[in-house]
């Protein structure tokens, strides 16, 4: 199906299983234990060895030597691959460094050998038995000493509008400041991990991940071999964040370890493996410049940021959302990217938004205050309904406006003491701040299959992925309503390659093109059910699992007979993102208690305000913006990978110090869906929300934390030794 006209009334509009808060089709199975995550495949594959991965000890060089005879002979060991029995390996499109590395080392603990034993126990023991000789090479690993040779991106120019030189210099009041953020991991509670078997040349893996078709073709390629002979189910993801886009060493070496062992073998990252041998959020310097009339209209705005990566990889985007969250005539916006030797950095969560507002919405916060304007009618003065770099491409829906003012009245915005470090409760410093946040709206092909069979059950299969995010009920949602039965006819099947390509999850595209695609398929299926009947498919009314027509009714299940019907087809998108510019919008606001003697932080409460499209299932939608809320509380005042700049790798990498957020760190959270459809998007009317809960809560903490105390953290996270020795004197 070609979506190259906005939408117009549809099936979906009857609002009578979309829309609804309903509970998750797949949870009875996860709150039991009984939903088989990648590592849990005893079943079907039965009798798996087990693989024990061996990271690099050094960050940049080369193997001189391996020996692996006394891992070879301990008990239990089967196989043992390295880069010199592993044979001619090639490298996904989607991969920067290599994943089995030898004899060149391009980042810590890139994986050098797995061990295959019989019992897991075996087969650490036998890789704690692995002697490996390097030849260590100087490495780059401190983004401020590389900041000076950054270059500008390949991918993404500058962008320049109007003369923002001139009109910076010129401006009445000016902002200059420089922001950072650090680098940080997905720290998903699921490690990275993968079972595989060869049966003849063909193998499949079940393993979690995120995107079943980006993996399956860079790991045929990886492999030199067909992609059709190259099989990926991931029925269950527990928690990815980005970490899991691609095709990563659990997923390869479980393969070769396969191969070599002749049997199953399954592999799991151990924690520290996941912070540095797999990918994570890479560290931003950023600065940002506004200038502004005394009204406090912008007529100039800057956004830079540099970010580093391994040779081939990408930066941060980081300057995104300054591109098209305010208005301005004269604009800049620009990324650099510096060579370093660390592990790969590439998405997490809200990539680019989501630490680009980290620096922009403090920076917001500081120009109003230079204004003596509050800082959200600072915002809603900057409001624009276009795009500023293109002033003759509306957005298809912009409610930022709404967002602002409805949650700066439930919040009690207006009660806020704008001068900072005035509000006390007992020791605690009190203080109110908010945010703006904002994430594109993505769109990518999906295409599902659906079947009926003859006791009127709807089937179905696509291989989009639930990575804890709620994919089987909204696709079942999707499937009653279109097809006119109850969440109790309709059967989800994710996850396997086999199935249809979806759009995958990730980037907030999931919900709103997988449930397309879906859309698509039903549309194809409605047309052979009402031509099997007799009629008019453009007129029959499918509703509680019949088809009626004037008077007549026909069960749903007559059309399918013995044999079934199916259908399959997918959403591909026209050009109207190109006419209409395709966002969503929001507004966090955030109470905070800093205490005066200590400088601990502790947020007490939260809001969102979220305009995403029509919410096509309001339950779990609110489950993925509390947990981006969770996470930007994180970003905000704990998250952070110590970097050894001396050795190039992670420090703290385990949940035991590596800090993200526990049950009493985070409060009270309030999230608020405005009514909004979007015809310009998909057939839905949908858009994304599961990362535009994360983007901008870092600021709205950082600025409450300025309006308890009266300091100024530029730098995250927004630690205690950052606050201590500023804080106001304690009466």
Not at 158 to 185: I, W
Not at 312 to 318: C, F, I, K, Y
Request: glycine share 10%; hydrophobic share 40%.
């Amino acid at each position: 199906m070609k979506f190259d006209t906005p939408a117009t009334t549809n099936p979906i509009d009857q609002l009578k299983v979309i829309g609804k808060a309903t509970d998750r089709i797949d949870g009875p199975l996860k709150t039991t234990g009984t939903a088989p995550y990648a590592y849990e495949h005893h079943d079907p594959v039965p009798n798996a060895a087990y693989g024990y991965v061996v990271g690099s000890a050094i960050a940049k060089g080369r193997i001189t030597a391996m020996d692996v005879a006394a891992a070879r002979g301990a008990p239990g060991v089967i196989a043992i691959v390295t880069a010199e029995n592993a044979g001619k390996l090639g490298k996904g499109k989607r991969n920067t460094a290599t994943l089995l590395g030898g004899p060149k080392i391009e980042h810590y603990h890139q994986a050098v050998a797995l061990v295959v034993a019989e019992t897991f126990e075996q087969a650490r023991a036998a890789a704690k038995l692995v002697r490996v000789d390097y030849a260590r090479e100087d490495g780059a690993f401190d983004l401020a000493v590389a900041k000076d040779g950054a270059k500008p991106s390949d991918d993404d120019p500058d962008l320049r509008v109007g003369d923002f030189d001139g009109a910076f210099a010129s401006a009445p009041v000016k902002l200059d400041a420089t922001y950072t953020t650090p680098d940080q991991t997905h720290a998903m509670m699921e490690p990275h991990a993968s079972i595989a078997v060869w049966n003849g040349d063909k193998v499949t893996v079940w393993t979690s991940n995120q995107m079943i078709d980006w993996t399956a073709s860079d790991l045929a390629q990886t492999l030199n071999m067909p992609k059709e002979k190259v099989r990926l189910i991931s029925p269950f993801v527990g928690g990815g964040f980005g970490g899991k886009l691609f095709l990563r060493t659990d997923t390869l070496l479980a393969v070769l370890g396969a191969r070599e062992a002749k049997r199953p073998v399954k592999v799991a990252l151990q924690r520290p493996l996941m912070a540095n041998n797999t990918t994570h959020r890479p560290a931003t310097i950023q600065r940002v410049r506004i200038g502004a009339t005394p009204e406090g209209i912008i007529t100039a705005i800057a956004h830079e940021s540099w970010s580093g990566n391994l040779p081939g990889g990408n930066p941060e985007t980081a300057v995104d959302q300054t591109k098209l969250l305010y208005a301005g005539a004269n604009r800049l916006t620009a990324l650099r990217l510096a060579h370093l030797d660390l592990p790969e950095g590439n998405a997490m969560r809200a990539p680019g938004e989501a630490p680009g507002l980290m620096a922009l919405e403090i920076a917001m916060d500081e120009m109003a205050e230079k204004l003596g304007i509050d800082p959200v009618e600072f915002r809603v003065r900057n409001d624009t309904q276009v795009d500023p770099a293109k002033p003759d491409r509306p957005f298809s829906q912009r409610q930022l406006v709404q967002c602002l003012r409805m949650g700066a009245e439930r919040f009690g915005w207006d009660k806020r003491n704008p001068k900072p470090a005035s509000v006390r409760d007992g020791r605690w410093l009190v203080g109110l701040g908010m945010a703006a946040a904002f994430r594109n709206n993505l769109l990518n092909k999906s295409a599902a299959r659906v079947r009926l069979d003859k006791r009127g059950v709807v089937t179905v299969e696509t291989d989009m992925t639930d990575i804890g995010t709620g994919s089987y009920t909204i696709i079942a949602q999707t499937a009653a309503e279109m097809m006119g039965v109850g969440l109790d006819k309709v059967v989800v099947r994710l996850g396997d390659s086999s199935f249809p390509v979806s759009a995958g999850s990730g980037g907030q595209w999931g919900a709103n093109n997988s449930t397309a695609g879906v859309y698509a398929a039903c549309v194809k299926l409605r047309e052979e059910v009402a031509r099997k009947l007799g009629f008019n498919s453009a007129d029959a009314v499918f509703a509680d699992g019949q088809v009626r027509l004037g008077n007549r009714s026909l069960p749903l299940a007559q059309a399918a007979g013995d044999s079934g019907l199916v259908a399959e087809d997918g959403i591909e998108y026209g050009d109207l993102s190109k006419k209409y510019q395709q966002s969503t919008f929001g507004a966090h606001y955030v109470e905070v208690a800093v205490d005066a003697a200590t400088g601990e932080t502790r947020v007490r409460r939260m809001l969102a305000v979220c305009a995403a499209g029509r919410i096509l299932n309001p339950k779990s939608a609110r489950s993925q913006v509390i947990g981006a809320m969770t996470m930007g509380v994180g970003a905000a005042l704990m998250e952070e990978l110590a970097l050894d700049k001396r050795n190039g790798f992670f420090v703290n990498h385990d949940l035991a110090s590596y800090e993200v957020p526990v049950h009493a760190d985070i409060p009270h959270q309030e999230v608020v869906f405005l009514d909004e459809t979007d015809p310009i998007s998909s057939p839905m009317k949908a858009k994304g929300v599961g990362e535009l809960g994360l983007c901008g809560v870092g600021a709205a903490v950082a600025n409450a934390i300025y309006n308890a105390t009266g300091v100024r953290v530029r730098d995250y996270p927004i630690t205690l030794d950052k606050l201590l020795d500023r804080l106001p004197e304690v009466a």
